[in-house]
């Protein structure tokens, strides 16, 4: 009706690939032959995304039972926005030390990648076989793990000092 108010609702969807920043959009309402037009802003805050991988998507790793192993793990920021203290953490079994070069890392722009080397140190009495150990990734709300298959093998000098008994046996 003339000279009556009425509320128009707006709403914008950004493709998930957009970087955070702000958007101007402009409105454009028409009817009765007249049209007006209002200057918006979308700000648009990102969405924080993060994976784990290996550099050669290879997720199997060898240790000898009481020595240190490494593992390259490959963080990528695969969402829209910068992330912040990105710290990967590793889940072993019990008896199982792991540490990580670097510890954390202060900012991973989006779509960006780096590479944290963990080093691994099963248990001296580990039994050969192999054992799962699950790394995350943690930056915020944004998670991602990844399990790798770790095989620990005995020292070879087991297995020198086996058939050095089985030789003094037979002899």
């Known amino acids: 009706d003339g000279g009556a108010n009425d509320t128009l609702s707006v709403s914008a969807s950004p493709p998930s690939s957009v970087p955070a920043g702000a958007y101007p959009l402009q409105i454009t309402v028409a009817g009765?032959?007249?049209t007006a037009t209002?200057?918006?802003?979308?700000?648009v805050t990102g969405s924080p995304s993060v994976s784990l991988s290996t550099p050669n998507q290879v997720l199997n790793a060898q240790v000898t039972a009481g020595s240190t192993g490494?593992?390259?793990?490959?963080?990528?920021?695969?969402?829209?926005?910068?992330?912040?203290?990105?710290?990967?953490?590793a889940s072993a079994p019990s008896g199982w030390t792991s540490t990580f070069?670097?510890?954390?890392?202060?900012?991973?722009?989006?779509?960006?990648?780096?590479?944290?080397?963990?080093t691994?140190?099963?248990?001296?009495?580990?039994?050969?076989?192999?054992?799962d150990i699950t790394f995350t990734a943690t930056?915020?709300?944004?998670?991602?793990?990844?399990?790798?298959r770790t095989t620990v093998q005995?020292?070879?000098?087991?297995?020198?000092?086996?058939?050095?008994?089985?030789?003094?046996v037979l002899i």
Not at 154 to 168: E, M, N, Q, V, Y
């Open 32 to 34: 009765g032959g007249q």
């Open 38 to 43: 209002a200057n918006l802003e979308a700000d």
């Open 70 to 89: 490494t593992v390259s793990l490959v963080v990528t920021n695969t969402g829209s926005t910068p992330l912040q203290n990105v710290i990967v953490t």
């Open 101 to 118: 070069a670097p510890t954390s890392i202060a900012t991973l722009a989006s779509n960006a990648a780096a590479t944290v080397t963990a």
């Open 120 to 131: 691994i140190k099963p248990a001296s009495d580990a039994l050969s076989g192999d054992y």
């Open 139 to 148: 930056a915020g709300t944004a998670t991602a793990t990844v399990d790798i």
């Open 154 to 168: 005995t020292s070879p000098l087991c297995g020198f000092i086996g058939l050095g008994l089985i030789a003094l």
